[in-house]
């Protein structure tokens, strides 16, 4: 399969498609590093390296999402944000990654040369108990900052968002979550994300999308994003339904 380039207000993506395609534009320098965004439906996405180091975010058990389960993944690296069906089946993927998850993520790790941050967030702070954590991951990837907030229900203190500082891409919950609308704005206001990927059921990416002037639709379920082709204006990446 060859992923059609094209490059738009200075963001880079590549359409997937189903049968093939050629080439309409190729990015605008040949050595810019790349990084592709697979999105197989509700959190669940794969995170690909210009070295082919991928990474797989919130694998969701059957039945549990309005989506069908993705075929044939074999990524080095699972990150699993909260112990939730929809987050949590490990037996999707077909390899023998190195798993991220509960209080293995929390703090500063290594996988496949991949540093991560992992911050967690309770949903009774004052008890702390692990089965009502999220970890927020950030980490850093041929250039670009991601930061992917999972089943983020609450603002974290000043201090956890200062530690994650500024990023470029961010994974916004906007399904099964009970941030408000503000509080999104918040966050979104704090980290400063150039691009925003807004997760969970098609609807309400749809719904969040709305929000903003600067929305891009994808043709399908895959994006290519480049630290060289940043959009200027803070943009929202609407993935099309895999």
Known sequence: MIARHILLAGLAVALAGCGG???????????????RVDWYGYQCFRIK???GISIVTNPFSPGSTEFSQPKNLSPEIVLITTENDNANNVDMVESTPQIIRSSVGIGEC??????????PVFKTPNTQ????????????M?????CFLGELDRIPPQSDLDQIGSVDVLFMPVTGTQLTSPQRQQLIQQLH??????????ADMSRFASGYSSVYHLNGPAALLSRDA???VQTVLLFRAP
């Open 129 to 140: 108990d692990i089965s009502g954590m999220n970890v927020i991951y950030r980490w850093s």
């Open 21 to 35: 395609g050629s080439i309409q534009k190729e990015a605008s320098a040949p050595q810019q590093r790349l990084v």
């Open 193 to 202: 994300p150039r691009i925003v990927v807004p997760m969970g059921s098609l």
């Open 110 to 119: 290594n996988a496949g040369g991949v540093r991560f941050l992992g911050v």
């Open 142 to 146: 041929d250039g670009l900052k991601f």
């Open 49 to 51: 390296s210009s070295l």
């Open 230 to 232: 940043l959009p200027a």
